[in-house]
């Protein structure tokens, strides 16, 4: 079974402080993801990764950024933390499309557990 | 960007009862899931289904992708089956998921 798992699944900080979010995949999956979830507005995407050292934007990207070194780790991180990033977060990875007779088939992506993070 | 629609936003069930969660999308997909989220906030892969229909135990899920919809079939509901049900479209390279806003299910004993 595939096992993402991330490093905290409760965690409070300060105002103004940098914050790591940490991820980290079993499975050799080339794609890593970065999502929120709030209240009403359901998960939406941060950031991506489909290779090591490759990032690309997803739908709310602001005052996140995201590092890639290994295959295997995803990083989130709040450069200086506001209230309003006080959410749930969910890392989530998968293969690469793999090449069937015609198509491209896409694969499921995999969840962690997420992290529940305050910012105070 | 694609949008995705679920219905109801909200269900509840006596145990034992059946029900059909939907899915509708605005645009053809190369990727479609289901998840169930529980009480502690995991999320839970039930189907990877872009197209035809796939079952696993009480649980089935239908796509149908020419006309843009899925549906998710629940029955002999239990109450562990209760949490929220999320729909997931992608589109795109990488296959980045779009969500939906989700079906609570409420199963009471």
């Known amino acids: 079974d595939v096992k993402v798992t991330q490093s905290s699944r409760y965690l409070v900080k300060r105002t103004g402080e940098k914050v790591f979010l940490e991820c980290v995949q079993d499975?050799?999956?080339?794609?890593m993801f970065w999502y929120r979830q709030d209240p009403g507005l359901g998960l939406r995407l941060i950031y991506f990764?489909?290779?090591?050292?490759?990032?690309e934007k997803g739908d709310i990207p602001e005052g996140y950024s995201v590092s890639r070194e290994k295959k295997e780790r995803f990083s989130l991180i709040l450069e200086s933390a506001s209230t309003n990033q006080t959410s749930m977060y969910l890392c989530a990875s998968s293969l690469l499309p793999q090449r069937g007779s015609r198509f491209l088939l896409y694969q499921p992506q995999h969840f962690g557990d997420g992290t529940r993070l305050s910012i105070l | 960007g694609i949008q995705v629609e679920q219905s109801p936003p909200d269900l509840i069930l006596q145990e034992g009862a059946n029900s059909t969660l939907r899915c509708n999308f605005s645009?053809?997909?190369?990727?479609l899931q289901w998840f169930h989220q529980n009480p502690w906030g995991q999320l839970i892969n039930l189907f990877y289904?872009?197209?035809g229909t796939k079952q696993n135990g009480r649980l089935s899920a239908t796509t149908v992708a020419t006309e843009r919809y899925s549906l998710l079939y629940i029955s002999s509901s239990q109450t562990t089956d209760s949490g929220v049900y999320f729909c997931a479209v992608g589109k795109t390279s990488g296959s980045r998921l779009t969500f939906g806003e989700g079906t609570q299910l409420t199963v009471n004993p």
């Open positions: 289904i872009p197209s």
């Open positions: 499975m050799d999956h080339e794609n």
């Open positions: 645009d053809s997909v190369n990727n």
């Open positions: 990764s489909y290779d090591v050292k490759m990032k």
